[in-house]
């Protein structure tokens, strides 16, 4: 591996051949900056794509009677992680009942991560707009108590150069 590829935050290397597939380079991408909205968000969508086309050939091959076609799959497996679940095509094979289940666990448990991810960028957003507005608010009293302070040490000069001036007249 050259320098140039990515670590996870504890250091260690990301094995070239997961960069390879969309989940993979998405991972890659979330294990080297988690803490960003994108990069978390690119990772939801390829593992919930990866969801539906595992899911929906695991339902294809063992419930072939209800599944005819893969595509009718795919919609079942994307209609059950996106929670819409219409009910035109259910499994009737335990298998595919076990992997309905699955993938709408997996839904809700993306779908709750997406929402707080959002809510947490919005979060971050406003907490930085209150940060700069203090950094203003701060930078404000700071001139105005500069201002205060050269205002004094211009009376403590004055004041000086009149005790000076009083001395020497008196002495």
Known sequence: MTSSDPTAPDGAKVPPASRRTPLGRARNRFVT????????????????LGIVLIGGTIIWFFDRAEYEHLTEAFW?????ITTVGYGDVTPTEPVGRFVGAAVMLLGIAFLSI?????TSSFIDARQAARRAEEVGEDRTDR??????LDAMNDRFDRLEELVRATRGADG
Do not use: C, E, G
């Open 33 to 48: 900056d988690p803490s960003s909205t994108r990069n978390a968000i690119f990772l939801i969508v390829a593992v919930d």
């Open 76 to 80: 079942y497996t994307l209609q059950t």
């Open 114 to 118: 997406l929402t707080a991810t959002i």
């Open 143 to 148: 001139a105005r108590l500069d201002a205060r």
